[in-house]
């Protein structure tokens, strides 16, 4: 069976689903791919085409002097191309050409291999190419009117929850950038569309059209009911409806690391990072957060420190760094998982500061609390040493409440 969720669709209502997908959002798309550069003689691919316009519009503005290559998984909605067209998954396909814009709309999302189809893309970028990616995310959705407001509400849980259960993350939109730094690419843009509507907008009828193919799949999460799909349904249609029923998050990062390299001479050795939190999951990004890990936990040895990560890491462990002038100034080891005692709860293994009076703890907390939300976890955890009392008064300010003692014994071998 199909991995991507709309494999099942009824013809004519999947084609209705993508003539709106282009309606509502070509004109964006267009303007983000102007911005990005697409320009006369460039050589450009479109990855999931649905119908076919955003590669037809790429066609028009590089010209006969330009080349377009369009792919999709499934080519039967595209009756006439005049771009090259070939049917394929993007990740098995050989492809000898490479472009200086590469483009994708609404692909990543359903993927559980997001990141390896976003290294098969930056492997086919030139130097100083470009990717330009759209993704939505779902857990940002919110009900401000309808009929039935609780039962719409309990549809956007399900919809969540659907991608959750398929190992796919409802808010991948709003963390693909973190996907495009760690594939070694640097971010240019990241834009946020809310799309706020009422019932009867385009955006309201794609997501009935997507909610009538998918019910059985919501209802199948336990969080909604066929009268909640009823519900949801009705209030699309309703011009009195009025609902955030996603964002949509718009990506640009250039492939920029042959460039560093050719002027490496001019350059200092460590990597050119925009301002941010992200993620370390590559072993040079763990090996940089040594330095700052050291202040909180002076007995770890740099070189055990990356595999110790790394085998965390298997365990569910996530490390964060917040990057400022390049440079990494704060991290935060986590671990989202759940117990008896606290339910889904995200755990603060580490926090730690290159300095305590810039606001970088401030940063990353809110980031790890953020985290925490868009995982459904209930709660924040962490131990802090009795001695660390600037450590206390951070977290008294933080909203965190002195909840239990922790003990510990040692076991004398
Ligand atoms: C939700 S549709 C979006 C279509 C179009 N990008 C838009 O926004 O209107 C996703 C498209 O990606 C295609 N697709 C999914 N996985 C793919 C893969 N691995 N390689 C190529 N195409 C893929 C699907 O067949 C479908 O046409």
């Known amino acids: 069976m199909s991995e991507y969720i709309f494999s099942d669709a009824q013809e004519k209502s999947e084609y209705k689903r993508l003539s709106l997908l282009q309606d509502s959002f070509d004109e964006k798309s267009r303007k983000h791919l102007l911005k990005a550069g697409l320009s006369k003689g460039m050589h450009v691919l479109e990855v999931g085409l649905g119908l ?63 990141k390896k ?12 190419g470009r990717l330009v990616i759209e993704e ?10 309808s009929k039935d407001i609780d039962g719409c509400k309990n549809v956007n849980l399900a919809i969540c929850k659907m991608f959750e259960l398929k190992g796919l993350k409802p ?41 009538n193919t998918l019910k059985e799949d919501y209802i199948q999460t336990g969080l909604c009911t066929d009268l909640d799909i009823d519900a949801y349904i009705q209030a699309c249609s309703d011009e ?10 718009v990506t640009i990062a250039i492939r920029a690391e042959l460039e560093k390299k050719e002027d490496s001479s001019l350059v200092c050795s460590e990597k050119t990072r925009l301002d941010g939190v992200y993620e370390a999951r590559e072993k040079d990004d763990i090996l940089e957060c040594f330095e700052v890990m050291k202040l ?13 990560v790394m085998e965390q890491i298997k365990q569910g462990y996530q490390l964060f760094y917040l990057s400022k002038n390049s440079k990494l100034v704060c991290l935060a080891g986590i671990k989202i998982g759940t ?14 500061s290159s300095s305590s009076s ?51 014994y040692k076991i004398e071998i």
């Open 52 to 114: 076919g316009s955003i590669a037809s519009y790429m066609y028009d503005v590089v010209g006969n002097s330009g080349y377009v290559l369009g792919i999709d998984l499934n080519t039967h909605f595209i009756k006439e191309a005049d771009y090259e067209l070939i049917e394929g998954n993007i990740v098995d396909l050989e492809i000898s050409q490479s472009f200086d814009i590469i483009h994708m709309r609404y692909v990543l999302i359903h993927k559980v291999n997001a």
């Open 117 to 128: 189809i976003i290294e098969k893309l930056v492997s086919l970028l030139k130097p100083k």
């Open 136 to 145: 939505p995310d779902f857990s940002l959705a919110k009900w401000i009117d």
């Open 171 to 211: 808010y991948y939109g709003s963390v693909v950038h973190l996907d495009l730094e760690s594939s070694g690419l640097v971010l240019d843009e990241n834009i946020s569309y809310l799309h706020l509507c009422s019932g009867g907008d385009d955006v309201a009828n794609v997501m009935r059209i997507s909610t």
């Open 240 to 249: 009195e409806s009025l609902a955030v029923y996603y964002a949509t998050i």
């Open 296 to 308: 909180l936990r002076p007995h770890i040895e740099r070189d055990s420190f990356v595999s110790n």
């Open 339 to 352: 117990n008896l005692a606290w339910g889904k709860h995200l755990y603060v293994n580490d926090l730690v």
């Open 358 to 408: 810039l606001g970088y703890g401030k940063e990353m907390m809110q980031y790890v609390k953020s985290m925490a939300g868009l995982n459904n976890c209930k709660e924040i955890h962490l131990d802090s040493g009795v001695q660390r009392f600037e450590a206390h008064r951070f977290y008294l300010r933080e909203g965190f409440k002195i909840a239990s003692h922790h003990c510990s």
